[in-house]
C-alpha cells in the first residue's frame, strides 16, 4: 500500500521559492534588467583591448616612426617660432589620427562585411557601449606614442617641455573626436574597401592640415582645416609651446575639441544602430 502526500492530491507540488516566482495566469515573465552603460563600456573596453593589444603595437611603432621621421623632414626646412610650434604638435596629434581614425576605420568596415556585428548585436549591452568601448581602447594605444613624438619633436626644434603636461587633455578629446569620426566613417561605408580608402584619407587629412604651418596654406584649404576635428587638439597643444601660453585660449580649442568629440561620437553610435539591423 503506498502512500499518497497530500500536495499531490491538491496539485500543490513545489518549493515556495517557485510559489512565489511564478507569474499569474496570463501575465508574461518578468525579463532580467537591462545592462547599464558604464559597466558594459568598462567590459567592451577591456574586450578590445586585450584583442588589439598584439595586432595594433606594431602598428603603433610605425605611427610613431612616421610623425618623429615627417618632423625630421621638416626639420630642414622649418627652423623654429611658429611653424615649429605646428609641425611638432600636428606630428604628435597625427600619431592619434593614425590609430583612433584610420584603423578603427578599417576595423568597424570589416567587422560589417565580415558579419561581426551580429555577435555584438545579441550581446546585452547599450550600442553606445560599443562604440565607447572600441573608441577608447584604440585611443589608449596612442599614449605611449604621441608622448614620445611629443617630446622628441620639443628636442628636436628647442621647445620647451615645461607644458607638456597638456597631453593628458590632448590625447583623450582629440582621440574622441577622431575615434568617433572613424568608427562612423567605417559603419557608414557600403564597402569594407571603402572603409579602408576613407580612413586613409581621413589620415592623410591629418597629415597635411595639421602638420603643415597653417599660414602656408591656401585660404580655402585654411577653411577644411577649421572643419578637422584634430585641428583644435593642434592648436591646444602648440599654444602650450610658447612663453606665455594664452590658457584661455587653449581651454576654448579643448571645449571646442570635446564638443566635436562628443558629437562624433553620437554619430558613430547611430551608424553602428543602423549598420546593426540590416
Do not use: K
Amino acid at each position: 500500500m503506498s502512500i499518497v502526500p497530500a500536495e499531490a492530491v491538491s496539485g500543490r507540488v513545489g518549493t515556495a521559492a517557485d510559489t512565489v516566482n511564478e507569474p499569474a495566469d496570463g501575465e508574461p515573465a518578468p525579463l532580467a534588467p537591462r545592462a547599464r552603460l558604464l559597466p558594459s563600456l568598462a567590459a567592451v573596453y577591456r574586450a578590445q583591448l586585450s584583442r588589439a593589444r598584439v595586432a595594433r603595437i606594431p602598428l603603433l611603432f610605425v605611427a610613431t616612426f612616421q610623425s618623429v621621421g615627417i618632423m625630421i623632414l621638416m626639420r630642414g626646412v622649418v627652423e623654429g617660432g611658429d611653424e615649429a610650434r605646428a609641425v611638432v604638435a600636428g606630428s604628435s596629434v597625427l600619431v592619434v589620427a593614425f590609430v583612433a581614425l584610420n584603423l578603427l576605420a578599417q576595423y568597424f568596415g570589416q567587422l560589417r562585411a565580415s558579419g561581426g556585428l551580429d555577435h555584438y548585436a545579441t550581446l546585452p549591452v547599450p550600442p553606445a557601449a560599443v562604440v565607447l568601448g572600441a573608441a577608447g581602447a584604440y585611443a589608449s594605444f596612442t599614449v605611449p606614442g604621441t608622448a614620445v613624438t611629443a617630446v622628441t619633436g620639443s628636442v628636436l626644434f628647442q621647445l620647451p617641455l615645461t607644458h607638456l603636461w597638456v597631453l593628458v587633455a590632448v590625447i583623450p578629446l582629440s582621440g574622441a573626436a577622431l575615434a568617433g569620426l572613424g568608427a562612423a566613417l567605417g559603419l557608414l561605408a557600403p564597402r569594407q574597401e571603402l572603409a579602408t580608402l576613407l580612413g586613409q584619407l581621413g589620415m592623410s587629412a591629418a597629415l597635411l592640415l595639421g602638420v603643415l604651418p597653417p599660414d602656408r596654406l591656401p585660404g580655402a584649404i585654411g577653411y577644411a582645416r577649421d572643419l578637422l576635428p584634430s585641428t583644435y587638439g593642434v592648436e591646444a597643444l602648440a599654444r602650450t609651446f610658447d612663453a606665455r601660453p594664452d590658457w584661455p585660449a587653449v581651454a576654448l580649442d579643448l571645449a571646442v575639441c570635446a564638443a566635436v568629440g562628443v558629437c562624433s561620437l553620437a554619430v558613430a553610435t547611430w551608424a553602428y544602430r543602423r549598420a546593426a539591423v540590416r
